[in-house]
């Protein structure tokens, strides 16, 4: 068997404890430390990951682990820093999304990673998805141009109301969600984005910045698409979910559940359970195509994704591929650029508003 890959785990929020429940199951992996700022004073760290060293100093974490991969899921703005610093040691990155906060620092840890041949993976959890691989294997087929319609609202209670606006201090919520359905986006049309434009409020006062946002993106095949995202206890749960394509061919839809929330947290809500952000119960696909007498000549099609992996699984798959890339030395520049390219255009969305005028991509 090949040796283990030693990791420190970096950050224990909602996405680093599964990140680090997945390396503590692997095989392929040893945990070598797990670091956060206020690590020694928390009192919820998974019975499974206790006994591992831990950190609240990043340098001296990865001076005194000396680890082969970092797993970067700690607040936004400290991504770039810590990735710069891990392959500057010579390690492979794992990052949750997104890159940076700004572009120059996510090109700058793309260069190090590219000058260091140091694997560079982003958690874009919807790659690895089944039912989205499926959503956008049908939007490819509707022709050209296409409509994409995506949204995730948040409603923020209990555990959420506080993770919700630490969040919001890093990052408005269509940049630091709005990298994944941009990145669907992209990988739909296979087109360049030239044209973003973005709206925003500020509906919640204890957040430091607009908890609501909706961006617009034009790509030069002339398909649109729209994303909305707000957090806050303000926000409604009527329409919260919303995942759409259309072509001249037809739509396809992702069917969403409507079951009893499974967050371990009761007071979370449905819109902000982390498991829903990426489940599907089925995939409905309408077809355009018409008779004779202007009927439509195919029934829609109900594809059944009841049998889809969870969140927990679906960050082990991550952290599958995450090994494999470092074991096998794939080439990983499609991943790289794709997430500087989601970024920038939410990032022109965030200008966008800012500046009150449609912003134009180079």
Known sequence: ???????????????????????????????????????????????????????????????????????????????????????????????????????????????????KNRKLVLGYILRVHPSWIKFIEVGKTLGKPLVMRLNLNQQSSGSAWHWHKNLIDSLIPIVDCGVHYVDVMCQLTGARPVRVH???????????????????????????????????????????????????????????????STAPDAEVSNSADIDRHTKTDALKIHYAAVDGDKNFSKPDEIVSMEDEPGHQELCDREQAFFLRAIREDLDLTEQMDAAVNSLRIVLAAEQSIALGRTVELA
């Open 198 to 260: 973005g709206i925003g409020a500020k509906l919640w006062a204890e957040a430091d910045k607009q908890n609501y946002g909706h961006l617009h993106v034009t790509f030069d095949d002339g398909s649109v698409g729209w994303y909305e995202a707000g957090w806050g206890p303000m926000m409604s749960e009527t329409a919260y979910f919303v995942k759409d394509v259309v072509g001249p061919k037809g739509a396809v839809s992702i069917v969403a559940g409507q079951a009893a």
């Open 1 to 115: 068997m090949a040796d283990r890959v030693k990791v420190l785990v970096v950050g224990l929020g909602n996405m680093g404890a599964s990140h680090a429940s997945a390396y503590h199951r692997s095989e392929g992996f040893e945990i070598v430390g797990i670091m956060s700022r206020s690590i020694k004073s928390n009192s919820k760290i998974p019975a499974e990951l206790a006994g591992y060293p831990l950190y609240e100093d990043f340098d001296l974490a990865l001076r005194e682990t000396k680890p082969d991969a970092v797993s970067i899921n700690s607040w936004p703005n400290t991504h770039a820093e810590y990735a710069l610093k891990a392959i500057a040691a010579n390690c492979h990155v794992f990052m949750e999304k997104p890159l940076a906060t700004n572009i120059e620092d996510a090109e700058k840890v793309v260069a190090a990673a590219r000058a």
